[in-house]
């Protein structure tokens, strides 16, 4: 069992910054690859970013270039940091884990997660 707490999320003006961060427990972060994904009320859960076990990484376009993550094994540790925030990345955050034997692969479909946060609110005004 994994269980994941995000942090992090808050308001923010369009152009700012917000760093998120998304701790877990047990001793399986290290074997499991990491991944972020957003939503909005009445829209469909949307894939933000996904980082391997090795620290393969994948964004979504609508992101790309503006927000990064990354790991650290060593606190159990995933990040996500935003920058250039727009008012349409305003949504709930949810950090997610997913156990796997592949050092290399990352994943961008929530159904193959196996774990997920709570959810940290995040919200750019114009």
């Known amino acids: 069992q994994v269980q994941l707490v995000e942090s992090g999320g808050g308001l923010v003006q369009a152009g700012g910054s917000l760093r998120l961060s998304c701790a877990a427990s047990?001793?399986?972060?290290?074997?499991?690859?990491m991944g972020w994904f957003r939503q909005t009320p009445g829209k469909e859960r949307e894939f933000v970013a996904a980082?391997?076990?090795?620290?393969?990484?994948y964004y979504a376009d609508s992101v790309k270039g503006r927000f990064t993550i990354s790991r650290d094994n060593a606190k159990n540790t995933v990040y996500l940091q935003m920058n250039s925030l727009k008012p349409e990345d305003t949504a709930v955050y949810y950090c997610?884990?997913?156990?796997?034997?592949?050092?290399?692969?990352?994943?961008?479909?929530?159904?193959?997660?196996?774990?997920w946060g709570q959810g940290t609110q995040v919200t750019v005004s114009s």
């Open positions: 980082i391997s076990k090795n620290e393969n990484t």
């Open positions: 997610a884990a997913v156990l796997t034997g592949y050092s290399g692969r990352y994943y961008y479909r929530g159904d193959e997660y196996d774990y």
């Open positions: 047990g001793r399986t972060f290290s074997s499991s690859a």
